[in-house]
């Protein structure tokens, strides 16, 4: 017999909920955020290893910006699923016209 296929299936193209959204912002807010800690210790490592203060704040300065990509990255729309249409493939009506291509309507 074969095996049957007990997964879940999208039947809908709405949008997961706002629960599962926000769980998604969270993980991605913390997984970055994990590496703030880190790069302060690993400064402090590097101060006690080469007594170098300006490689220490070096290392330092690049766990600065760390907490406003977490902020952006995690307030970010979610990535848009290979289904959903494009908005901007097709040229727009008035695009065409300025390009000097007629418009047809049709009156009626």
């Given at each position: 017999m074969g095996e049957t296929n007990h997964g879940a299936y999208l039947i809908t193209?709405?949008?997961p909920?706002?629960?599962d959204q926000y769980r998604a912002r969270v993980r991605r807010y913390l997984f970055i955020m994990a590496f703030r800690i880190p790069m302060l210790?690993?400064?402090a490592l590097v101060?006690?290893?080469t007594h170098n203060g300006l490689l220490a704040l070096a290392v330092l300065a690049v766990s600065i910006p760390i907490p406003w990509i977490a902020v952006i990255r995690a307030n970010d729309r979610p990535r848009r699923r290979r289904v959903e249409p494009s908005?901007?493939?097709a040229p727009?009506?008035?695009q065409i016209?300025?390009?000097g291509h007629p418009i047809h309507t049709i009156d009626g």
């Open positions: 193209e709405a949008e909920s706002y629960e210790v690993l400064s101060y006690t290893w908005r901007f493939d727009k009506a008035d016209a300025l390009q």
